[in-house]
């Protein structure tokens, strides 16, 4: 629910910033070349969202995603802030866009966050996963790469590092097929 939610406020803010860069560019000197300025931008616009795995709309998708980025959008904050710097004055918004662009980046930075996200996007591909216990295999593969570590002299046993308990863990699984 919060992400349709979250879409539809973006395609409201969308379809308000087209609107009014499309009222804007009805301009005395060209207003054909205004209008064709901005129907190309919003066919870059669409190409990007409806067409991101082509490489033009890829490219797009890039550059529109970096600013909803933490450090893009800090960054947005900050230079919209420094236009509203002039001759030594700071107009009204600017000291509150400077400290939403450095919450913004310490918020964002903190291990806690990072972590809680991991734990989101985990459990949002666990329970779209599903665990079939009926199949059988013929073989399993096994990347056992990081898993032992590098041969000691006069050492005759093999030493399993952290990763190392797949190794057990695969052949037991395949003792049981």
Known sequence: MPELLARILFLFLLFSLIKSWWDQSGGKDNPLIDRLR??????LLFLAFFAPDTPVGAAI???????FKP????ITLLVIASA????????????????AALLVLILSSMPVVAY???D????DAAARTTVCCDETAAAIVLLGK????SHVANRETIQL????????????CTKKN
């Open 120 to 123: 989101q996007a985990e459990r």
């Open 61 to 67: 998708f890039g550059l529109i995603a970096f600013f």
């Open 84 to 99: 509203l710097i002039t001759n030594g004055g700071i107009r009204n918004p600017a000291p509150r866009m400077i400290l």
């Open 71 to 74: 450090l893009g959008f800090s």
């Open 116 to 118: 809680w996200f991991a």
């Open 146 to 149: 990081g898993t032992t570590n």
């Open 38 to 43: 901005v129907l190309l931008l919003i066919s």
């Open 161 to 172: 590092t952290d990763t190392g308990n797949r190794l057990p863990y695969a052949a037991v």
